[in-house]
Protein backbone atom coordinates (compact mmCIF):
# COMPACT_ATOMS: atom_id res chain seq x y z
CA UNK A 1 0.00 0.00 0.00
CA UNK A 2 1.35 3.04 -0.66
CA UNK A 3 2.37 5.99 2.27
CA UNK A 4 0.43 8.98 2.12
CA UNK A 5 2.59 12.04 0.75
CA UNK A 6 2.37 15.47 1.35
CA UNK A 7 0.13 17.38 -1.43
CA UNK A 8 3.42 19.01 -2.85
CA UNK A 9 5.07 15.78 -3.26
CA UNK A 10 4.73 13.65 -6.86
CA UNK A 11 5.27 10.41 -8.03
CA UNK A 12 6.78 10.34 -12.07
CA UNK A 13 7.10 7.19 -14.05
CA UNK A 14 8.37 6.67 -17.70
CA UNK A 15 8.11 3.84 -19.88
CA UNK A 16 8.17 3.14 -23.42
CA UNK A 17 4.64 1.28 -24.20
CA UNK A 18 6.47 -0.69 -27.35
CA UNK A 19 2.84 -0.52 -28.49
CA UNK A 20 1.74 -3.18 -26.04
CA UNK A 21 3.44 -6.12 -26.67
CA UNK A 22 6.34 -7.54 -25.30
CA UNK A 23 10.04 -7.77 -26.82
CA UNK A 24 10.35 -8.90 -30.63
CA UNK A 25 6.65 -8.40 -30.66
CA UNK A 26 5.71 -11.97 -29.49
CA UNK A 27 3.01 -11.29 -27.19
CA UNK A 28 0.14 -9.10 -26.72
CA UNK A 29 0.41 -8.07 -23.08
CA UNK A 30 -1.43 -4.03 -22.67
CA UNK A 31 -3.83 -5.57 -19.62
CA UNK A 32 -0.57 -6.61 -17.88
CA UNK A 33 0.99 -3.79 -18.60
CA UNK A 34 -1.85 -1.40 -17.26
CA UNK A 35 -1.70 -3.45 -14.07
CA UNK A 36 2.01 -2.81 -13.34
CA UNK A 37 1.81 1.27 -14.38
CA UNK A 38 -1.08 1.70 -11.78
CA UNK A 39 1.38 -0.75 -8.91
CA UNK A 40 3.80 2.51 -9.23
CA UNK A 41 0.96 5.15 -7.61
CA UNK A 42 2.33 7.69 -10.41
CA UNK A 43 0.52 10.84 -10.39
CA UNK A 44 2.27 11.70 -13.66
CA UNK A 45 3.06 9.19 -16.20
CA UNK A 46 5.21 9.64 -19.45
CA UNK A 47 4.73 7.12 -22.52
CA UNK A 48 6.70 6.33 -25.65
CA UNK A 49 5.24 4.29 -28.81
CA UNK A 50 1.61 4.33 -27.61
CA UNK A 51 -0.98 3.18 -30.00
CA UNK A 52 -3.58 5.47 -30.52
CA UNK A 53 -5.20 3.17 -33.45
CA UNK A 54 -4.41 0.32 -35.10
CA UNK A 55 -7.22 -1.26 -37.11
CA UNK A 56 -5.26 -4.66 -38.05
CA UNK A 57 -4.94 -5.12 -34.49
CA UNK A 58 -8.29 -4.34 -33.41
CA UNK A 59 -9.71 -7.05 -35.51
CA UNK A 60 -6.66 -9.80 -35.13
CA UNK A 61 -6.52 -9.53 -31.26
CA UNK A 62 -9.66 -10.84 -28.73
CA UNK A 63 -8.51 -8.57 -25.83
CA UNK A 64 -7.89 -5.38 -27.64
CA UNK A 65 -8.95 -2.56 -25.82
CA UNK A 66 -12.09 -0.71 -27.76
CA UNK A 67 -10.72 2.90 -26.58
CA UNK A 68 -6.90 3.84 -27.80
CA UNK A 69 -3.80 2.84 -26.06
CA UNK A 70 -3.34 5.88 -23.35
CA UNK A 71 -7.21 6.14 -22.97
CA UNK A 72 -7.26 2.32 -21.89
CA UNK A 73 -4.36 2.85 -19.70
CA UNK A 74 -5.26 6.02 -18.05
CA UNK A 75 -9.13 4.32 -17.39
CA UNK A 76 -10.53 5.37 -13.93
CA UNK A 77 -6.83 6.50 -12.48
CA UNK A 78 -5.65 9.36 -14.52
CA UNK A 79 -8.68 11.45 -15.17
CA UNK A 80 -6.95 13.60 -17.72
CA UNK A 81 -4.37 12.72 -20.30
CA UNK A 82 -2.72 14.18 -23.95
CA UNK A 83 -1.21 12.49 -26.80
CA UNK A 84 0.76 13.32 -29.59
CA UNK A 85 0.74 11.75 -32.97
CA UNK A 86 4.07 11.18 -34.04
CA UNK A 87 3.88 8.17 -37.02
CA UNK A 88 1.09 7.79 -39.05
CA UNK A 89 0.20 4.35 -41.41
CA UNK A 90 -2.33 2.59 -43.04
CA UNK A 91 -3.38 0.33 -40.19
CA UNK A 92 -3.04 3.28 -37.36
CA UNK A 93 -0.94 5.70 -35.61
CA UNK A 94 1.47 5.71 -32.88
CA UNK A 95 2.85 8.56 -30.44
CA UNK A 96 4.06 10.11 -26.94
CA UNK A 97 1.19 10.26 -24.05
CA UNK A 98 0.88 11.98 -21.22
CA UNK A 99 -1.39 10.63 -18.13
CA UNK A 100 -2.02 13.24 -15.19
CA UNK A 101 -3.92 13.19 -12.15
CA UNK A 102 -3.97 17.09 -12.29
CA UNK A 103 -6.02 18.85 -15.07
CA UNK A 104 -4.19 19.44 -18.04
CA UNK A 105 -4.91 23.65 -18.88
CA UNK A 106 -3.09 23.03 -22.13
CA UNK A 107 -0.81 20.61 -24.25
CA UNK A 108 1.20 20.81 -27.71
CA UNK A 109 3.27 18.20 -29.92
CA UNK A 110 6.03 19.53 -31.26
CA UNK A 111 7.19 17.67 -34.60
CA UNK A 112 11.05 17.59 -34.66
CA UNK A 113 11.12 15.19 -36.95
CA UNK A 114 14.47 14.56 -38.80
CA UNK A 115 13.98 13.10 -42.27
CA UNK A 116 11.46 10.98 -43.26
CA UNK A 117 11.77 7.48 -41.98
CA UNK A 118 11.15 8.20 -38.08
CA UNK A 119 8.56 10.76 -37.27
CA UNK A 120 9.27 12.24 -33.55
CA UNK A 121 7.91 14.99 -31.58
CA UNK A 122 7.72 16.66 -28.12
CA UNK A 123 4.78 16.66 -26.51
CA UNK A 124 4.19 19.55 -23.74
CA UNK A 125 1.78 19.68 -21.62
CA UNK A 126 1.04 22.23 -18.68
CA UNK A 127 -0.36 21.00 -15.93
CA UNK A 128 -2.68 22.85 -13.01
CA UNK A 129 -2.90 21.23 -9.54
CA UNK A 130 -5.31 22.72 -7.97
CA UNK A 131 -3.40 22.36 -4.31
CA UNK A 132 -0.34 24.47 -5.39
CA UNK A 133 -1.87 27.20 -7.31
CA UNK A 134 0.61 27.56 -10.14
CA UNK A 135 1.31 25.15 -13.34
CA UNK A 136 4.05 22.89 -13.74
CA UNK A 137 5.49 21.86 -17.29
CA UNK A 138 6.08 18.64 -18.54
CA UNK A 139 7.52 17.50 -21.75
CA UNK A 140 7.44 13.85 -22.77
CA UNK A 141 10.13 13.11 -25.04
CA UNK A 142 11.13 9.96 -27.71
CA UNK A 143 14.31 11.15 -29.87
CA UNK A 144 15.44 9.58 -33.03
CA UNK A 145 17.95 6.42 -33.23
CA UNK A 146 20.48 7.91 -35.04
CA UNK A 147 23.02 10.38 -33.47
CA UNK A 148 22.41 12.62 -36.57
CA UNK A 149 18.44 12.69 -35.75
CA UNK A 150 19.31 13.64 -31.33
CA UNK A 151 21.42 16.49 -32.34
CA UNK A 152 19.09 18.83 -33.58
CA UNK A 153 16.14 17.49 -31.26
CA UNK A 154 17.88 18.11 -28.20
CA UNK A 155 18.07 21.29 -29.98
CA UNK A 156 14.68 22.17 -30.21
CA UNK A 157 13.83 21.05 -26.81
CA UNK A 158 16.47 23.65 -25.53
CA UNK A 159 14.45 25.92 -27.59
CA UNK A 160 11.09 25.10 -26.61
CA UNK A 161 12.29 24.88 -23.59
CA UNK A 162 13.51 28.47 -23.51
CA UNK A 163 10.57 29.83 -25.20
CA UNK A 164 7.76 28.53 -23.70
CA UNK A 165 8.33 27.26 -20.31
CA UNK A 166 8.95 29.84 -17.51
CA UNK A 167 12.24 30.30 -15.28
CA UNK A 168 10.79 30.09 -12.49
CA UNK A 169 8.30 27.02 -13.11
CA UNK A 170 8.87 23.46 -12.11
CA UNK A 171 9.52 21.33 -14.98
CA UNK A 172 9.77 17.50 -15.59
CA UNK A 173 11.07 15.71 -18.88
CA UNK A 174 11.00 12.58 -19.08
CA UNK A 175 11.35 9.92 -22.15
CA UNK A 176 13.30 8.01 -24.00
CA UNK A 177 16.20 9.44 -25.09
CA UNK A 178 17.84 6.80 -27.39
CA UNK A 179 21.22 8.45 -26.17
CA UNK A 180 23.34 5.61 -25.71
CA UNK A 181 26.51 7.51 -26.60
CA UNK A 182 25.87 9.93 -23.57
CA UNK A 183 26.20 12.85 -25.50
CA UNK A 184 22.68 14.75 -24.38
CA UNK A 185 23.66 14.75 -20.64
CA UNK A 186 25.78 17.93 -20.58
CA UNK A 187 24.23 19.87 -23.43
CA UNK A 188 20.82 19.71 -21.75
CA UNK A 189 22.13 20.68 -18.27
CA UNK A 190 24.01 23.44 -19.88
CA UNK A 191 21.05 24.48 -22.26
CA UNK A 192 18.09 24.15 -19.97
CA UNK A 193 19.52 23.89 -16.70
CA UNK A 194 17.74 20.13 -16.80
CA UNK A 195 19.04 17.52 -13.56
CA UNK A 196 18.81 14.48 -14.19
CA UNK A 197 16.89 12.42 -11.14
CA UNK A 198 19.70 8.87 -11.51
CA UNK A 199 22.46 11.25 -12.02
CA UNK A 200 22.05 13.42 -9.17
CA UNK A 201 20.65 10.58 -6.54
CA UNK A 202 23.10 7.91 -6.97
CA UNK A 203 25.84 10.03 -9.27
CA UNK A 204 25.32 7.54 -12.80
CA UNK A 205 22.31 6.83 -15.07
CA UNK A 206 20.00 4.30 -15.40
CA UNK A 207 20.53 1.52 -17.32
CA UNK A 208 17.55 0.27 -19.33
CA UNK A 209 17.93 -1.32 -21.88
CA UNK A 210 17.32 -3.92 -22.87
CA UNK A 211 14.78 -4.62 -20.21
CA UNK A 212 15.90 -8.17 -19.77
CA UNK A 213 19.57 -7.10 -19.11
CA UNK A 214 20.06 -3.57 -18.99
CA UNK A 215 23.08 -2.01 -20.64
CA UNK A 216 22.50 0.70 -21.90
CA UNK A 217 21.48 4.84 -20.53
CA UNK A 218 18.14 5.17 -22.92
CA UNK A 219 15.64 6.14 -20.62
CA UNK A 220 15.94 9.39 -18.22
CA UNK A 221 13.80 11.42 -15.80
CA UNK A 222 15.20 15.52 -15.65
CA UNK A 223 14.01 18.17 -13.64
CA UNK A 224 14.27 22.10 -12.97
CA UNK A 225 13.24 23.99 -10.14
CA UNK A 226 12.25 21.74 -7.37
CA UNK A 227 12.73 20.80 -4.17
CA UNK A 228 13.92 17.80 -3.58
CA UNK A 229 13.74 14.79 -6.26
CA UNK A 230 14.67 10.96 -5.55
CA UNK A 231 14.66 7.50 -7.76
CA UNK A 232 12.13 4.89 -6.95
CA UNK A 233 13.59 1.34 -7.71
CA UNK A 234 11.48 -0.61 -9.39
CA UNK A 235 11.52 -4.29 -9.30
CA UNK A 236 12.73 -6.19 -12.32
CA UNK A 237 9.40 -8.58 -11.80
CA UNK A 238 7.05 -7.86 -13.97
CA UNK A 239 8.91 -5.14 -15.85
CA UNK A 240 11.50 -7.26 -18.05
CA UNK A 241 8.99 -9.47 -19.44
CA UNK A 242 6.82 -5.97 -20.68
CA UNK A 243 8.51 -3.94 -22.85
CA UNK A 244 12.36 -3.72 -24.36
CA UNK A 245 12.66 -1.13 -21.99
CA UNK A 246 12.64 -0.34 -18.37
CA UNK A 247 10.59 1.78 -17.03
CA UNK A 248 12.18 4.55 -14.58
CA UNK A 249 10.15 5.97 -11.42
CA UNK A 250 10.67 8.90 -9.25
CA UNK A 251 9.63 11.27 -6.16
CA UNK A 252 9.48 14.95 -6.52
CA UNK A 253 9.11 17.60 -4.14
CA UNK A 254 8.38 20.92 -5.31
CA UNK A 255 8.15 24.25 -3.32
CA UNK A 256 5.48 26.01 -2.24
Not at 71 to 82: G, N, R, V
Not at 141 to 167: F, M, N, T, W, Y
Request: proline share 6%; net charge positive; with cysteine.
Amino acid sequence: MRTETPQNTLRILTVNAHKGFTFFNRRFILHELRDAIRATHADIVFLQEVLGAHHRHARRLARWPTLSQYEFLADTIWPEFAYGRNAVYPHGHHGNALLSKFPIASYDNIDVSVGKQERRGLLHCVLRPPTLGFDLHAICVHLGLKESQRQPQIDSLCALIEEKVPREAPLFVAGDFNDWRLRAQKKLERCAGLKEIHYEGQGRLARTFPATLPLFHLDRIYVRNVHQCRPIPLSRHPWAKLSDHAPLAAEVSICL
